[in-house]
């Protein structure tokens, strides 16, 4: 049995297929406008991979946020949409949550703190820090300043991940405690273990009236295209 993960917060639009808690297909892609392009392309790949994959399907899992507006809003909705047509439950995992699950994962041996962020424009991020056992600090849009990681960072290893996290090395990296990780790059596949253990539990969302968690209110760009006004 298994469960479709979806990843649409940032720009990378990732999807991957878990069976029995293995990871049996991923599909990835940094493209521009990938979540609308690609996303669909990436679904039916999976789905029509094998003739038991949507038999066997138990639930599909999207991440909820913070990120880009759009990125969650198409990801959210294609994940109602197939609930909705295979009668299938929605399950939601935080993505800074998915994001420090995946960098544990990866880095088994690791026991300091991580600080998943993503950038939410100008010296803002969407925000938290986790410890392997859970959260240590909630999920917040921060003004990254000089020393404000300090409470965490006088007390051992912190490393920030994330394509917010690359702007923050001017005022934090000059801490010995400060950590980065370039290469870490998010994965729907990070939600695998959540997603099972939210299925397990009954942690389902309604399928009907879930929103994303935007943290900030959505602004409009004005358009660029010459001949279209407001």
Request: glycine share 6%; with cysteine; net charge negative.
């Amino acid at each position: 049995m298994s469960i479709l993960l979806i990843e649409t917060a940032t720009p990378i639009c990732s999807i991957a297929l878990e069976d029995r808690g293995v990871i049996t297909i991923e599909r990835h892609s940094d493209q521009p406008n990938a979540h609308s392009s690609k996303l669909a392309v990436f679904i039916d790949e999976i789905l029509n991979s094998h003739d038991s994959v949507r038999k066997e399907l138990e639930a599909v899992c999207v991440s909820s946020g913070p990120g880009s507006y759009t990125g969650l809003r198409i990801g959210v909705s294609s994940a109602k949409g197939l609930c909705y047509a295979l009668g299938v439950p929605l399950i939601a995992v935080p993505t800074l949550q998915n994001m420090a699950n995946q960098f544990f994962e990866e880095h088994k041996d690791y026991q300091g703190l991580v600080c998943p962020m993503i950038d939410a424009r100008r010296m803002e991020c969407y925000t938290a820090i986790y410890s392997r056992e859970g959260v240590v600090k909630e999920t917040s849009a921060e003004v990254i300043e000089s020393g404000i990681y300090d409470q965490w960072l006088n007390s051992g290893t912190v490393t920030f991940i994330g394509d917010g996290a690359e702007k923050t090395k001017p005022l934090l990296s000059s801490h010995p405690n400060a950590h980065y990780d370039s290469d870490f790059r998010i994965s729907a596949s990070g939600m695998m273990l959540s997603a099972r253990e939210k299925l397990a539990h009954g942690e389902i969302e309604d399928t009907a009236y879930f929103e994303p968690f935007y943290l900030k209110d959505f602004v409009a760009k004005k358009s660029e295209v010459h001949g279209l006004r407001r």
